[in-house]
């Protein structure tokens, strides 16, 4: 039988091994429309345009140890495709036309693999992933790149791709009788935030 002295000993020394090992905690947040940001910049053969999503909804599961990003479990990106919206009521609806927005409803981004973590601080992450993306009824791989900032408030993700429209089955955009046409190339920029 172990003395009192022999317990606490055995007690301290557990005590210690738990505050040296190094703790891992998964969190899942949700993304903030209000606070994001979502742009498509493209081209046409009289002006540069830009479409603004106004709604978005996501979801991203993280792990991190002792507060630095170590792993992400999950990340799921979701516009509704007619909250796409450029100020002119003529040409998003050229846009839902393209997209089939009748039939498809979202344009969605589900993450596949992480291909790389690299934190340069403890709260800031350069992140490279592959996930399938969605546009109006297509699923194509792409890879993303995006730096990651964690919080007291939650996560932000902000970074940039380019995309074809062609590569997704979407016929660039016409208008007049087609005597403006759209540009196939697409510049999407996000600024997301994630809340618990």
């Given amino acids: 039988m172990k003395t009192p002295k022999q317990l606490k000993l055995v007690f301290v ?6 505050f040296s090992t190094q703790i891992s905690v998964a969190q899942t947040y949700q993304l903030n429309n209000v606070s994001s940001t979502l742009t498509v910049d493209g081209t046409s053969n009289i002006h540069d345009w830009q479409i603004t999503a106004e709604n978005q ?76 993306l969605t546009i109006a009824g297509t699923t194509k791989p792409i890879d993303l790149t995006f730096e990651l900032k964690n919080g007291n408030s ?33 510049d999407i920029k996000f600024e997301s935030n994630f809340k618990k």
Avoid: W
Wanted: glycine residues 10%; positive net charge.
């Fill in 13 to 18: 020394s557990l005590m210690v091994m738990a």
């Fill in 57 to 132: 909804k996501g979801k991203i599961s993280v792990e991190f140890e002792n507060g630095q990003l170590i792993k992400i479990q999950q990340l799921d990106f979701t516009v509704i495709a007619e909250s796409l919206k450029s100020g002119k009521g003529s040409m998003d609806k050229n846009t839902y036309k393209a997209l089939n927005t009748g039939k498809h409803k979202q344009i969605v981004f589900k993450l596949t693999k992480v291909q790389r973590i690299n934190c340069t601080a403890s709260n800031s992450c350069k992140v490279a992933v592959t996930g399938n």
């Fill in 154 to 186: 939650g996560i932000t993700l902000s970074g940039s791709k380019t995309i074809k429209m062609t590569d997704f089955g979407v016929d660039p955009p016409t208008a007049m009788f087609g005597t403006i046409t759209t540009g196939d190339a697409l």
